[in-house]
């Protein structure tokens, strides 16, 4: 079993749709979320980011994490093309060198 | 303000050839450097680690090495590369005591053939 699972996708919406994208994880040590995004040939850029459980917003962008559930979301509200792209969620444990990385999503918003 | 600088964005290779990939971080001292490779469709896949000068931990055995000889400079390298080398190399660092937030370079595509 992976220790992130995501679904890789594509997800293909039309402009102004909301967008849901999850991801599972086993390791219940994890306490930093992340989320980025991802444009072809680019590197990652951070998204968002939430330690612990709750919700985090930042304009169209809502990032939830249940721990107890072991399950991590990110909305996005209004979906432009502009948001097409490739995203990634992410995780990591206290003090922990490494980052875990899902497969990622790829998002198609069409206008 | 935190700059990573990676190089080259691309890059072809024949098999056996040997391979320099370089990274640098502006604006900050003594961060954690990462290689990431991302093989295409799918997810990022750490491959060495570093915490401080001359300090390499690699999370997988390959042909692969790298090496911090300065505090912001991170260098990827082999000395024959396979085809299955081919994929997308990502350089990123990190704040200590910033969380876990990865800020990522632009990232270099290799090609062997």
């Known amino acids: 079993q992976k220790e992130v699972e995501q679904d890789p996708g594509p997800l293909s919406v039309p402009e102004g749709a909301i967008v849901s994208l999850n991801c599972t994880y086993s390791n219940s040590a994890f306490q930093y979320f992340m989320w980025y995004r991802q444009y072809s040939r680019k590197g990652p850029e951070l998204l968002m980011y939430?330690?612990?459980?709750g919700n985090k917003e930042d304009g169209r962008f809502t990032a939830q994490v249940d721990k107890s559930s072991k399950y991590i979301s990110l909305f996005i509200r209004d979906s432009q093309p502009s948001d097409s792209a490739t995203y990634l969620c992410a995780m990591s444990d206290t003090g922990g060198f490494k980052t875990i990385f899902g497969a990622g999503t790829r998002l198609f918003v069409k206008a | 303000s935190q700059t990573i600088h990676q190089w080259p964005a691309t890059l072809v290779q024949p098999v056996g050839s040997p391979l320099s990939l370089e990274c640098t971080v502006e604006?900050?001292?003594?961060?954690?450097l990462y290689w990431y490779r991302q093989a295409a469709g799918r997810g990022l896949q750490l491959l060495f680690y570093?915490?401080?000068?001359?300090?390499i931990s690699s999370e997988v055995p390959q042909n692969l090495s790298a090496s911090r000889p300065q505090d912001r400079q991170f260098i990827l390298s082999s000395k024959k590369l396979l085809l299955s080398d081919s994929g997308f190399y990502l350089c990123?660092?990190?704040?200590?005591?910033?969380?876990?937030?990865?800020?990522f370079g632009s990232g270099t595509q290799l090609s062997v053939l």
């Open positions: 604006g900050t001292s003594n961060p954690n």
């Open positions: 990123a660092w990190r704040f200590h005591g910033d969380g876990e937030k990865l800020f």
């Open positions: 570093s915490v401080g000068i001359g300090q």
């Open positions: 939430t330690y612990s459980s």
